[in-house]
């Protein structure tokens, strides 16, 4: 039987993960196993930063949100309970959106809270 080879299997493997690992640093661009092992560790980077970034924006706006109360005169928490009871239906990042590009929506929201 004839020898079985896998030169051209490996090179498309070996090609398409060096291909991924372009632009890192030294030889985890060059060679392969480097490489490889580099892009292991992106892909479970960008995986697990994938979801921390969905946190930090929710605290971005919670930050931002409380600013703005507080220049309004009422606190983070205090609003939000209001705009709950009042069944206002704006998850933060639309509030945050309003606070900074149209203040008077916002403070309109704010009053709404307060009563």
Do not use: P
Not at 9 to 35: E, I, M, N, V
Not at 43 to 59: I, N, P, Q, S, T
Not at 74 to 90: A, D, E, M, R
């Amino acid at each position: 039987m004839a020898k079985i080879k896998h030169s051209v299997a490996t090179r498309k493997r070996k090609k398409k993960t060096l291909k991924k690992a372009k632009g890192f640093w030294g030889d985890r661009s060059t060679q392969y196993q480097q490489a490889r092992r580099a892009l292991m560790h992106a892909l479970v980077y960008a995986y697990r930063d994938r979801r921390v970034r969905k946190r930090e924006f929710r605290k971005l706006w919670i930050t931002r949100l409380n600013a703005a109360c507080r220049s309004a005169g009422i606190t983070y928490s205090q609003f939000i309970h209001g705009l709950k009871k009042s069944k206002v239906n704006l998850d933060r990042k639309i509030l945050a959106d309003l606070a900074i590009k149209d203040t008077q929506a916002f403070k309109k929201l704010v009053e709404i809270a307060k009563g």
